[in-house]
């Protein structure tokens, strides 16, 4: 066979995609001006994973300029796009108890010795994001995860769980239950949101297990989109946060997770906090620099005090 032939016969299916007036792609930009056009399907710190048809291919991101996103691809209702660890998918708008059928069974409660609180499963493989308060310091760590069957809830309580990264300065804790305790066991995926598209005033709300009452719905909106304290941005709700929700997802009207309920006020009514998705978004992607050490429980960097200031010499 000419090489001229064979390698049209290689290009075949993707030079149909780009002919094709119903397909969609995804442009990845290399140096010198070339590029490739595909579906990405899955994104890690260090690759884009596109779809070009007939393969998979793993493209560097060093090698990358620029990504121009189909944004047919990119926002199809209903279709998972993993990226990293974490799922995003454009969801319809749904009342709050219709998204708490189709996304509930993706927050669960985490305990350690003495305390619990809540989380949320981001990743079929089990890993969970919850809040560095509830589990740092600690180095027996389980969750509970509720199945819907015909009668009720079930609870499924899993006891090896690792704590995989910990950054106390956000108050964010990276888990993951044990692969071979998991086993074949399905998880349900809670879905990330953009904070880009949260506004001001929409409606939100939250599930948790406040005070160990499990699967508890409460519901607000968005006071706030970016309030600040001791330096790190919040989003403001007026939803319910009490003890024991502490880590467990805020929900927009999609069921998608825009943010971590974290902080609330004491002694105020409707003043309450959660960490926005695109921190949690950063901290998955820069685990590695927040690596959890069993043999240090408080690990997450701590930064050293500035040296005070010397005093003006006597004149």
Request: proline fraction near 5%; glycine fraction near 10%.
């Amino acid at each position: 066979m000419r090489p001229s032939i064979a390698f049209l016969l290689f290009l075949g299916p993707f030079l149909l995609c780009l002919l094709s007036p119903t397909c969609t792609a995804d442009e990845i930009r290399l140096a010198e001006g070339c590029s490739i056009k595909g579906t990405i399907v899955k994104k890690t710190a260090d690759h884009l994973f596109v779809d070009l048809g007939y393969t998979i291919l793993a493209v560097p991101r060093k090698e990358i300029i620029d990504v121009v996103a189909d944004e047919q691809s990119a926002h199809s209702v209903g279709v998972d796009r993993i990226n990293d660890i974490w799922t995003e998918k454009d969801l319809k708008e749904m009342s709050v108890e219709d998204n708490v059928d189709r996304i509930g069974e993706g927050v669960i409660l985490v305990r350690v010795p003495g305390a619990l609180g809540s989380g949320s499963i981001i990743s079929k493989d089990g890993y969970v994001i919850t809040n560095a308060h509830v589990v740092q310091g600690e180095q027996d760590v389980a969750v509970t995860v509720f199945s819907r069957t015909d009668q009720a809830f079930e609870k499924k309580v899993f006891k090896k769980v690792e704590i995989v990264a910990v950054n106390p300065y956000i108050d964010l804790a990276l888990l993951k239950i044990d692969k071979a305790e998991l086993g074949d066991f399905e998880l349900t995926v809670v879905p990330f949101g953009e904070i880009e598209r949260v506004k001001q005033g929409e409606k939100v709300y939250a599930i948790g297990n406040p005070h160990g009452l499990e699967r508890t719905v409460t519901t607000g909106g968005v006071s706030n989109l970016n309030r600040a304290i001791g330096g790190v941005t919040y989003i403001q709700t007026d939803t319910p946060i009490n003890p024991g929700n502490s880590g467990g997802p805020l929900f927009n009207s999609k069921g998608e997770m825009i943010g971590v309920t974290t902080l609330g006020g004491v002694g105020t009514e409707g003043l309450n906090f959660a960490i926005p998705v695109s921190h949690v978004k950063s901290f998955i992607l820069n685990r590695d620099a927040f690596a959890h050490d069993k043999d240090n429980p408080n690990s997450g960097y701590h930064y050293l005090e500035p040296p005070p200031r010397k005093k003006a010499a006597d004149s």
